[in-house]
């Protein structure tokens, strides 16, 4: 009963900070293009790097979360982090400031993204592992779901009024309070199950399949570029502001709606088989988005990558839960995130270069591409590999 509840207040405090975080997200990128006036290229230069250089936090926050076994305090540091970034961005708007602050607050989700992985997964068992982590998502993103109904709200009734965003921006930070508040409160440590003679050091040697599993992913992150991208794509073929956050909405509720189903399924069928479900309809929705021409398209497109998000997120943190002991998953987590995050910048300055210089669907062209060379090389990986049920 503990882990179960456990479970569900990591998830609580997901869901408040997801509304925080979808409050800003799908604004920013408009703010920073038309508001600012900052190029497309500068956007996914700049988008890329801030991801990519608090990634290196996710490695660092995984080791101490494993060496201190403890999950709380650095989860708490990096919601912190996040309260005091977000409501400067009403105050601060020179570029090299604008770039500070973001950094600040994706090095705050990256510390707190590992050891949460870890929570997770040592508040959960094998068996039902899958949908554990399903259930985290779906709170998680039920936030996600919740902050875009809340932003529509104020961009209609702050539609005329020339400081709306720099409002939205202060307001964002009131959902993390109630985060903090729960994390304090609720969620519980858990303890480390050390494993028995483990070949595994204090190092980086971890299992082969994990590393063979994180090279595939980072191809496929080589086209998965920041979805930044994809609120600027909905824009360009026509998309209102005003319907943007309803459908980001739209995205957030069929990624909450299938990640409690497709977690559990994985339980059942295997991680690999759903997470190469999800590349392929990746390939399939940015194939999509670099086609589409009518702004209705947008909103079926946005709805079927929601699917995608509910395939992979939860299940590939699952997976590595797996193939990981209890006393290295921190550090597992902070080598799986901190590389996709890096792979982001190559990846956002390639979407932005092609964007400029050949046209806006070229990014969703090359992402289409290689998800599947990603899902190809998963499915060798699957057929060598037993079934993990």
């Known amino acids: 009963m503990k882990k179960n509840s456990n479970s569900f207040f ?6 408040f900070g997801g509304i925080s975080q979808d409050l800003i997200l799908p604004i920013l990128p408009i703010y920073f293009a038309t508001v600012l006036g ?9 988008e890329g790097l801030v991801t990519s250089i608090s990634s290196i936090s996710k490695i660092i926050s995984g080791v101490l979360t494993d060496k201190f076994k403890s999950r709380k305090s650095i989860i708490f540091v990096g919601y912190v982090l996040s309260l005091i970034s977000r409501p400067l961005l009403a105050i601060i708007t020179i570029s090299s400031g604008l770039l500070a602050l973001r950094f ?8 707190k993204d590992s050891p949460k992985d870890a929570l997770i997964a040592d508040s959960t068992e094998k068996k039902t592992r899958g949908r554990g982590f399903g259930i985290v998502r779906a709170l998680d993103t039920f936030g996600s779901v919740v902050g875009p109904l809340i ?4 961009l209609y009734l ?6 709306k965003y ?18 304090i409160l609720f969620v519980k440590e858990t303890s480390f199950h050390q494993t028995k003679d483990i070949k595994l050091n204090n190092g980086f040697k971890l299992p082969k399949g994990f590393y063979i599993f994180l090279l595939i992913t980072i191809i496929f992150s080589l086209g998965n570029s920041s979805d930044t991208f994809l609120i600027l794509r909905a824009q360009n073929v026509g998309v209102t502001l005003l319907a943007i956050p309803l459908v980001y909405a739209l995205f957030n509720l069929f990624y909450a709606s299938f990640s409690v189903p497709l977690g559990s399924l994985s339980d059942k069928i295997g991680r690999e088989k ?12 940015y194939l999509g988005f670099g086609l589409a021409n009518q702004s209705y398209q947008i909103w079926l497109l946005f709805a079927f990558y929601g699917i995608y998000y509910a395939t992979t997120e939860g299940v590939a943190k699952a997976f590595i839960a797996d193939l990981i002991p209890s006393e290295f998953r921190g550090r597992a987590y902070g080598i799986y995130n901190t590389a996709v995050g890096l792979v982001t910048l190559p990846a956002s300055i390639l979407a932005g270069f092609f964007w400029d210089k050949f046209n806006p669907s070229a990014p969703f062209l090359f992402g289409a591409l290689m998800a599947m060379i990603a899902a190809f090389s998963l499915f060798i990986f699957t057929l060598k590999q037993p079934a993990r049920v």
Request: charged share 5%; aromatic share 20%.
């Open 10 to 15: 990591i998830g609580l405090i997901s869901f």
């Open 38 to 46: 900052l190029d497309k290229s500068f956007i996914g230069l700049s």
């Open 104 to 111: 600040i607050d994706g090095v705050g989700k990256g510390i």
């Open 151 to 154: 932003l529509f709200l104020l």
């Open 158 to 163: 702050l539609q005329n009024n020339n400081f």
């Open 166 to 183: 720099h409002y939205i921006f202060f307001l964002s930070a009131i959902p993390l309070f109630f985060t903090l508040v729960i994390l």
């Open 274 to 285: 759903i997470i190469l479900l999800g590349w392929f309809a990746y390939a399939l929705a």
